[in-house]
């Protein structure tokens, strides 16, 4: 089945105490992202990344570290959480068409509290 | 940069009553443009799509007519279901300027709750 998982699905840490939020697909998509989702504000895109190796900030990278070693995996790194990082988390992924007209799959969420 | 404006929530609407949410967009270049749905507890999965103006994206009994001269993208449904209680997010797919590359931007999602 295509899908892209996420794992954990819940997290609770406290401030200080990194972590990482993985996200693998199974379809061989090369472009892949990460959003975050919080009330009244949509959802945001924290950092993406078009292929190996190549990544790049979203709108709200601050905090946040990615890395893409495999085409499949891209996790997410939170290396010093704070407080204001406690969101809901989705990972995406895409195959990429040139006239930008792909649509992304979403995982089913990480739900991260930072105490 | 690209950006959405789309109706605020959140809609509460007897079952088979009439939907329109509302989007606007302004995108550079020539977007396509997405509606996605987000059910309770799940992640976002897409709805429908329109890749040109005046094509019409339908699914489940959802449309949504691409109007380039409006930059508008509203989602409709004659006649909604209990089971269509959801976040629907209206989406552009752009050219980033300073990328260069095709980003996807989000509105912020409008709740609709559907009563028996």
């Known amino acids: 089945e295509a899908q892209v998982t996420q794992n954990p699905r819940y997290l609770i840490t406290v401030t200080g105490k990194k972590l990482t939020v993985t996200c693998s697909q199974n379809m061989n998509h090369e472009y892949m992202s990460w959003y975050r989702q919080d009330p009244g504000l949509g959802l945001r895109q924290i950092y993406y990344?078009?292929?190996?190796?190549?990544?790049d900030k979203g709108d709200v990278p601050e905090g946040y570290k990615v890395s893409r070693k495999e085409k499949r995996n891209f996790p997410l790194i939170l290396e010093s959480p704070s407080p204001n990082q406690t969101s809901l988390y989705f990972c995406a992924s895409s195959l990429r068409r040139g006239q930008g007209s792909y649509e992304q799959y979403f995982g089913p969420g990480t739900r991260l509290t930072v105490t | 940069g690209n950006s959405v404006t789309q109706m605020e929530g959140p809609v509460t609407l007897s079952e088979e009553a009439f939907l329109t949410i509302n989007c606007t967009y302004t995108?550079?270049?020539?977007?396509?443009l997405f509606w996605y749905v987000q059910y309770p507890g799940e992640g976002l999965q897409l709805l429908l799509k329109a890749t040109k103006a005046d094509d019409k994206g339908s699914n489940k009994g959802f449309e949504a007519t691409y109007r380039k001269e409006t930059t508008s993208f509203h989602l409709e449904k004659g006649s909604v279901q209990v089971s269509d209680s959801a976040v629907y997010f209206c989406?552009?797919?752009?050219?980033?300027?300073?990328?260069?590359?095709?980003?996807?931007?989000f509105g912020k999602g409008t709740k609709l709750s559907v009563i028996p």
């Open positions: 990344s078009m292929n190996v190796e190549v990544t």
């Open positions: 995108a550079t270049g020539y977007p396509s």
């Open positions: 989406a552009p797919s752009g050219r980033d300027s300073g990328a260069g590359s095709y980003q996807l931007t």
